[in-house]
């Protein structure tokens, strides 16, 4: 890992999205075991993944994983916390007027 | 010809649940109308934290209750509950106020995303963890928030919302969150969640005349899993008497002002809702704020002085510079971007106003558990 470069990795994934009355989910799963660090960014590739009302859709797919530079990644160990009101449940948007 | 189609919320195991979904979707005639509704695209975010450190949790020294409350919720009482009976009353949304449609759509997908991050957050938290208490809970807590979400979801077809998941074919960003203001944040979440809706239930059931849609008949049920959430969060937190001691407690002050201090104001951006419900957004507040602050003294040995005569004040002051500042921010331009500084700077103000009323102190019980009760 570099201090300022990023660097891409490709890995094999299982998307799975749940699109049921009683489970609405979506989640992706990396086949070889690797995992992601804070700053790291993750695209699926291919079209996207549509679940019609009442199925349960599993698809294998290939992802590129983003690396983060150490930079980024210290930078995102000092900073997300401040976002960490976004776990918070409001029931409305932050919108002032719709 | 009859055909007895068992519902998946029936499910106990989830193959069983996955092969009854899969049957059901061939009597499921709603998709075809998926077409012709409104894209709502759903954009939880993605975190990490520290999971060497989740997996360092020892919940031996409350083992007792931890073990009684997993039992509860693998038990799941709630099984089964979320899906449409006879009580699911026909919905008007055609005669529905448009203001009152617009807050209302606002209030579904809003706590349908709240759910569905909620889910991705535990399923994450499961999944990264080695830990088996843990890994267990967060599976149960995933369980139950996916089921939420699926209800809302329901109720927002009926209205004509599709939501899209879509999004995890976009470049997603892994944010970072140590694991104590996770707990924080989602104890005071679930427990906060809990508060304003068994509030609004007891309130509809003396009122139904304003019971104006049926989701509302189930948030009973649907607040204790959020109650039992903040157990599981509480226990977490009292395995560790640090977490909730020293120079944590600002911490914790922190998380109750700004947990409180934005449901107000967000409260106070949807009155036709809240009209609607009959609910004055000054008397719910204070309401939820006392029953949030009763419950949270289970773990936190502070509560918020929410009598104190500059508590009430000083929200009304965040209220308004937040209003402002919104408008300040559409109005644009110089003069915009001065006044929106300004708005800025009177909700800092409001604020620290509101964070440094002194808390009030208590001793912490020497049981944690607490029953919903309300």
């Not at chain 2, 029936?10 to 709603?30: H, M, P, R, Y």
């Not at chain 2, 927002?156 to 969150?177: C, D, I, M, P, S």
């Not at chain 2, 996770?182 to 509030?199: D, P």
């Not at chain 2, 419900?277 to 507040?285: E, K, N, R």
């Amino acid at each position: 890992m570099g201090l300022l470069t990023r660097e891409f990795e490709r890995a094999p994934c299982t998307v799975e999205i749940s699109h049921c009355f009683e489970s609405l989910h979506a989640h992706v799963r990396f086949n070889n075991g690797t995992t992601v660090y804070p700053g790291d960014s993750v695209k699926v590739h291919g079209p996207e993944i549509m679940a019609p009302y009442g199925m349960v859709v599993s698809e294998d797919r290939e992802a590129t994983i983003i690396r983060a530079s150490a930079l980024e990644r210290l930078w995102t160990r000092l900073t997300g916390d401040f976002e960490v009101m976004e776990l918070c449940e409001f029931s409305f948007s932050d919108e002032v007027t719709l | 010809m009859n055909i007895a189609v068992k519902h998946s919320a029936d499910a106990t195991t989830v193959e069983e649940g996955l092969a009854i979904q899969e049957a059901n979707a061939k009597f499921d005639s709603k998709a075809a109308t998926d077409l012709a509704m409104q894209n709502t695209l759903l954009t939880p975010r993605f975190y990490t934290t520290d999971f060497d450190e989740l997996d360092a949790i020892d919940v031996s020294s409350v083992r007792e209750d931890w073990d009684k409350l997993i039992d509860q919720m693998e038990a799941d009482p709630n099984k089964g509950h979320f899906k449409k009976n006879e009580d699911w009353d026909h919905v008007d949304w055609e005669g529905m106020e448009p203001k009152l449609k617009k807050e209302f759509i606002d209030f579904l997908v809003s706590s349908c995303t709240a759910e569905f991050s909620g889910c991705v957050l535990y399923k994450e938290m499961k999944r990264r963890g080695n830990n088996k208490d843990i890994t267990q809970l967060f599976q149960l807590m995933a369980r139950d928030e996916a089921r939420h979400a699926g209800f809302i979801n329901d109720a927002l077809r009926e209205a004509g919302v599709a939501v899209n998941l879509g999004f995890l074919t976009q470049q997603k960003k892994y944010t970072y969150f140590r694991p104590k203001f996770i707990y924080y944040a989602t104890y005071l979440s679930e427990k906060i969640g809990y508060a304003r809706y068994i509030t609004i239930f007891r309130h509809l059931e003396a009122h139904p005349e304003h019971r104006f849609h049926p989701i509302f008949k189930w948030f009973q049920e649907w607040c204790n899993d959020e109650f039992s959430h903040g157990e599981a969060f509480a226990l977490l937190m009292k395995t560790d008497p640090k977490l909730t001691s020293g120079r944590n407690v600002l911490w914790i002050k922190f998380f109750l002002t700004a947990v409180y201090a934005t449901m107000y104001v967000r409260d106070h951006q949807r009155p036709a809702f809240h009209n609607a419900l009959g609910v004055d957004p000054d008397w719910y507040a204070h309401e939820v704020f006392t029953k949030t602050s009763a419950l949270s003294r289970q773990i936190f040995p502070i509560t918020l002085d929410i009598d104190h005569p500059r508590w009430q004040a000083g929200l009304v002051r965040l209220q308004k510079a937040n209003a402002d500042l919104a408008e300040a921010r559409a109005e644009g331009g110089l003069s915009g971007r001065l006044r929106s500084l300004g708005a800025q700077m009177r909700a800092a103000a409001a604020f620290v106003g509101l964070y440094t009323i002194p808390a009030k102190k208590h001793a912490l019980p020497v049981s944690t558990r607490m029953e919903p009760a309300y």
